[in-house]
């Protein structure tokens, strides 16, 4: 398949993928790093976090459109106040969720996937009457638009760079928030072992609702993100959530770093053969040597020593 | 053989048995017309499915989120036979290339791919139906049982497979007939399925392989086996510890769920006369679990009740209030898993049964009693404590 490229080509094709990729992965990455919270952390197995990204979309748009109608000239920043606000409508919706379904389905994991598969289906068809089944886009500011030129025939998008760095600073800030501060602490407490975090005074419950929530709305900033890459439509979401997974139990579930690094795997992968090959095969072939890889080692690429 | 009946079935089961059997056998044919009855066959077919989840799932604890996968290659298997039939060269003269299938000389193939070449054949059609999805799951059943890959893993990991190979299907388009997967099928052996005597046959042929299936899924579940499978799905090691390959019963139970599903795959496209990638992929395949839980996942007549209400549901539901049945659907799956575990099935076993004449429950109490609470699942009970 490299036939026919001279090796200067092939760098800069590869290159140009790399960078085109860099949206992909930052989808996958947000996308993950909250189900890797939910499920890595909790157990949970979230089959409606499709469904939570693609409220963060929905939120971006609708934030999209008032700006654009009504204050024209903040156009500017609007997406800034569609991604916290998208976290917030995902975080509360998860939060909700949490405290009406999963709290009672934590001793039975697979069933919280069966009921969120049933939260999923009532998502799709919320939104199917709310906003119509065509899919919808949103208008990105000017400055977003364009690519930086690097070579003749390298360009980097400029909102690919955007979403980056967004993606860098809201990792950092959840690997902060799970391994530096307090409440952190008390998450994992709870994670590893709930009756003993209990009798040392954490109240479960709320860490549980916190946690659960946190990976929601994380999913909702996802949905901006996925906003400037693709039109949002009802099932959108649902198209992600078998790649998330994946992302997740490639990279071992309990691993934020692993998360990142499988993303990485993952959508560069997928971004680099589909230059060479179809759009399908060249996913078949990512998902295949995924699953080839996880029957191979099970716990993912980076597993915590634990014992159990 | 020193068999008993009494040991392979209680009273009430052989009661249950018998309800369905008058159902399916007698009363919808006399109550439906044929294009209803057609679809009644259809939704057996899921209960094919369902059945082998109950032996996964119900009794395994092996959630599998891939049975639509060998549902599909069942189905697929059937469709690609009757296809060669459909396409003689007479039949596909104004091609460029007569006699293949007409997807793929819209696609620019010459010649029949080698994969095709076997479904000239009735017989090797009908052992590819059962030996293709058993081989493929005892492939993937070895690769992650063996590993000691179980519960989520195994689902999620399955449900990948279920999108590789849609992805696939539809992206091979000459090879597989694409997205509109395989249509416009005519005949089985000079036989034409689309007349209403044949669907008639098709319906009977279709409930009396379900019932033989049952029977398989019984006797599974009353053996040594049965019981080994619940010990399994409660405390895994010590199974293991007692010296059994929990692997290997693993890949046997998941092989004969494929199997099933493979049956009902293949009397899908006879009765529906198509076959498409939507009948594989991620969805259907978490339907089918759906209709197993509803149903009751530890009930294999739980399982076949299931598919057929929740289809019917569907079918009146979404003709009467399109709206609606992704609404109902979600919010009766939430219900089951929140308020009752065990479906149709444990609601009939708590509610209906303590009130039915004692003549028809079974071999006194006791019995009952042991049995029932042996296939409760530890968590359910302790969800329900």
Not at chain 2, 19 to 33: C, G, S
Not at chain 2, 223 to 231: I, Q, Y
Request: glycine share 10%; aromatic share 12%.
């Amino acid at each position: 398949m490299f036939d026919g490229y001279t090796f200067s080509e092939l760098t800069s094709i590869l290159a140009m993928q790399g960078f085109a990729g860099l949206i992909l992965f930052s989808v996958f990455v947000l996308m993950a790093l909250g189900l890797a919270i939910i499920f890595g952390q909790m157990g949970v197995i979230n089959m409606a976090h499709g469904e939570f990204m693609i409220l963060g979309a929905y939120v971006t748009y609708i934030c999209s459109n008032v700006f654009s109608t009504y204050l024209p000239s903040l156009f500017g920043i609007y997406f800034f106040v569609a991604m916290i606000l998208a976290f917030i409508a995902s975080g509360a919706l998860g939060a909700a969720v949490e405290w009406t379904m999963i709290r009672h389905l934590y001793k039975r994991p697979l069933d919280t996937l069966l009921a969120t598969w049933g939260l999923s289906l009532i998502l799709q068809q919320v939104y199917r009457s709310v906003f119509g089944a065509r899919e919808v886009g949103v208008t990105l500011p000017d400055y977003l638009l364009g690519s930086f030129q690097l070579t003749d025939m390298v360009e980097v998008p400029i909102n690919g760079v955007f979403v980056m760095c967004l993606t860098i600073l809201i990792t950092a800030g959840v690997a902060y928030l799970m391994f530096k501060s307090a409440w952190g602490r008390q998450v994992r407490a709870v994670v590893q072992n709930r009756a003993m975090a209990g009798a040392v005074g954490i109240n479960t419950a709320k860490v549980d609702r916190g946690t659960y929530a946190l990976g929601c709305g994380i999913a909702g900033v996802a949905g901006s993100a996925f906003t400037m890459v693709g039109s949002t439509g009802p099932t959108s979401g649902q198209l992600y959530i078998v790649d998330t997974f994946l992302v997740v139990v490639f990279g071992g579930a309990q691993s934020l770093l692993g998360t990142i690094a499988s993303a990485f795997a993952i959508s560069q992968s997928q971004s680099t053969l589909e230059f060479f090959l179809s759009g399908s095969m060249a996913k078949i072939l990512t998902l295949l040597t995924v699953v080839g890889i996880l029957m191979l080692r099970p716990q993912g690429l980076f597993s915590l020593k634990i014992r159990r | 053989m020193n068999f008993k009946i009494s040991s392979f079935a209680n009273r009430t089961e052989i009661f249950g048995f018998l309800v369905l059997a008058v159902l399916i056998v007698v009363i919808l044919p006399l109550a439906l017309d044929i294009f209803r009855l057609n679809l009644i066959g259809k939704y057996l077919t899921y209960a094919f499915v369902a059945i082998g989840l109950v032996l996964c799932w119900g009794a395994g604890g092996i959630l599998s989120l891939g049975q639509g996968v060998f549902f599909g290659l069942g189905g697929y298997c059937m469709a690609m036979f009757l296809k060669l039939e459909a396409s003689t060269p007479e039949a596909t003269k104004i091609q460029s290339t007569p006699g293949i299938p007409d997807f793929m000389d819209w696609n620019q193939l010459t010649e029949l791919p080698w994969f095709w070449e076997p479904f000239h054949s009735f017989p090797l059609t009908l052992v590819a139906i059962l030996v293709v999805p058993t081989v493929f799951a005892y492939i993937l059943g070895v690769a992650m049982f063996k590993r000691r890959v179980g519960g989520v893993y195994f689902a999620i990991i399955t449900q990948a497979i279920a999108a590789i190979l849609t992805i696939l299907i539809i992206g091979q388009q000459g090879y597989t007939g694409g997205v509109n997967g395989i249509t416009d099928l005519r005949t089985l052996m000079g036989w034409d399925i689309r007349t209403e005597s044949a669907q008639y046959t098709l319906y009977f042929v279709n409930a009396f392989l379900l019932f033989v299936v049952l029977l398989v899924a019984q006797y599974v579940r009353k053996s040594k086996l049965g019981r080994l499978l619940v010990a399994m799905r409660e405390k895994e090691d010590r199974v293991r510890f007692s010296g059994y390959s929990v692997a290997n019963f693993k890949i046997f139970v998941f092989c004969l769920g494929a199997a099933f599903s493979a049956i009902g795959g293949a009397m899908f496209t006879l009765q529906v006369g198509f076959m498409s990638p939507s009948f594989v992929g991620i969805v259907p395949s978490i339907e089918m679990v759906i209709f197993t839980a509803v149903g009751g996942r530890l009930s294999i007549l739980g399982a076949v009740w299931g598919a057929l209400i929740i289809n019917q549901a569907k079918t009146l539901l979404s003709e009467a209030f399109p709206e609606l049945w992704l609404l109902a659907m979600g919010g009766l799956f939430i219900a089951v898993v929140m308020a009752f575990p065990n479906g149709l099935a444990g609601l009939y076993t708590t509610y209906v049964e303590p009130r039915l004449p004692k003549f028809l429950s079974g071999n006194g109490g006791k019995d009952a009693d042991d049995d029932s609470d042996a296939d409760v699942p530890l968590a359910s009970k302790q969800a329900a404590e």
